[in-house]
Every structure is written in C-alpha cells, then in structure tokens.
C-alpha cells in the first residue's frame, strides 16, 4: 500500500527523513579523543535519490551542533554501470540529482574529503508493503481513550503490521516522526522468531502538547543486515545528525571511517493528523 513533484523539493523532505551492504566490523573508539572523525550519513532509497550528510564529530562534552563538511566529492554509481557525482545543495548535504534507487539493485559509494577516502556498498532488499497503519490515543499505553470527563490522554501508540516474507531473512528499520521532528529512539527489527508471520510493531509517544491537526508520520524501511546492527548497536541513544551516529562504540558498513552508515533501502511513509 504505498503512500516527481519539483526535484529539489522532494529531496528536502527526504533530507529530513533519513535521519543503509557490506560486512560490518565493530570499532573501538576513545570518546575523550578531541581529533574530529568524518561522520558519514548515507542513504539510497527505492524510488528515490540518494542523501549523504558530511559532519565533523566533537568533543563528548561539546554542546553544539556537529559541523558540516562541504566541498567533498561524492559518487553513487550501480552494477549497471550508472554513476552519479552529488551536488552539495546545502553545507555537508549532498543529493543524486538523476539516479534513483531500485529493489534488488546494489549500490557503491565513495567519499573523498581532503586525504580521506571512504567506500561502502550495499544492496536495496525487496519491498514488503505495510498492511495496516494505525493511531490510538490512550490514557496510558494499553487504556485506551479517555471515559471519565477531565481524564487526558498524552499517549499515542503506533501499530504498524506487514507480512513478513517466508522464503528470506528480513530486516526493519521504523523511523518516526512527530511534527516533522524525527524520534531519537532506533526501531529495528529482525525475522528470526516471526519469519513468515504478520508481525504488528508497536511504538508509543507520550505528549501532552499535541493537538488537534498536529501530525505522527511513520517511514517503513526494508534494510540490510549490517544497518540492521548499526541501528541496534545503537540502542535507543541519539547522537549526531538526525539522531543516529553516536561515538560509543557502534559497528559500521564503511570501509575508511568508523562513525556513520551506507543504507540502501525501500520506503514506506504513513501519515496520521491528530483529529
């Protein structure tokens, strides 16, 4: 069930949603090392451009913004022999302007920035739809809507069921959204108990300042097996843009970097405005 207007348009609304394959290696890494490391956030969706962002990490304890990284040149190509360099349409924000992402089509990237040179590869999975996609506001998780006439009702809880295929291992990743801010928390999801099954996921919000017209969005991505372990090696800890590179010990699907991720993935947003 899934849910090209202007180019550039579409490309700042995926900017905001990615916030995906080769084997994985887990890094130790010195959080109290003051040199700054290359964070690479990349991804290339079914149907849709690729976006990396470029940052520099920070200190531990530094309480700004990771700082972008401009001027690197950054190429996608496929095993067709298509191949892309990006243009940086904001500071450290780079985007594919003509290539798109296909299922079952593998991707390469490389990163040259200054003398570092990063590379990664990775393959976009089939697509498994979403069934159902639905909201409801309770008192507390499980209690459903308000009966009594001055109960509130600050939990939202998030069911997101889809049929998992049986004749292959699959991996989830569920990125939410709440007013066009995206969640810190990392849900991932793997088929090792639930292959085959219709698996419903659960994610609740707890917010006492939505209201009426407010919005809860969802993105439903099939991923590889190693953004698969990035994510969850993750935990629910949020870090640097869009709340996933994080500097305490995370594996990673890069070749020449130890903090970011190359995900190539499907997509699948919902939506839902609070009545």
């Known amino acids: 069930m899934p849910l090209k207007t202007k ?28 040199h700054p490391q290359l964070v690479v956030e990349a991804s290339i969706g079914r149907g849709e451009p690729a976006v990396v962002v470029l940052t520099r990490s920070v200190n531990l304890y530094h309480t700004g913004t990771f700082p972008p990284v401009s001027g690197a040149l950054i190429i996608i190509s496929d095993k067709e022999g298509n191949s892309e360099i990006l243009t940086e349409i904001n500071p450290g924000i780079y985007v594919s302007v003509n290539l798109t992402g296909k299922s079952g089509q593998t991707y390469f990237l490389t990163v ?34 308000p009966v009594l006439p001055n109960q509130t ?9 889809y049929t998992d295929p049986v004749d292959e ?15 810190g928390n990392n849900y991932v999801y793997d088929d090792r108990l639930t292959n085959g099954n219709q698996i419903e996921n659960l994610l609740v919000v707890y917010n006492p300042e939505l209201k009426p017209g407010d919005s809860i969005s969802v993105e439903v991505q099939c991923i590889s097996k190693s953004v698969y372990e990035y ?7 949020s870090g640097g843009p869009g709340g996933s590179s994080s500097p305490a010990n995370p594996y990673t699907n890069l070749q020449g970097a130890i903090l970011g991720f190359f995900n190539p993935h499907t997509v699948e947003r919902l939506h839902y405005i609070i009545p």
Do not use: H
């Open 112 to 145: 040259e920035s200054e003398e570092e040179i990063i590379s990664s590869s990775g393959r976009i999975p089939e697509y498994v739809p979403v069934d159902t996609f639905r909201v409801v506001n309770s008192i507390y998780p499980g209690g459903g809507p």
């Open 153 to 161: 009702a600050d939990f939202y809880e998030i069911y997101v069921t």
């Open 231 to 237: 994510f969850k090696s993750m935990g629910g800890s």
């Open 7 to 34: 180019r550039y348009n579409k490309l700042i609304i995926l900017i905001a949603a990615i916030i995906s394959a080769s084997c994985s290696e887990i890094i130790e890494i010195n959080i109290n090392d003051s």
């Open 169 to 183: 291992q699959n991996y989830y990743r569920i990125v939410l959204t709440v007013n066009g801010k995206i969640s």
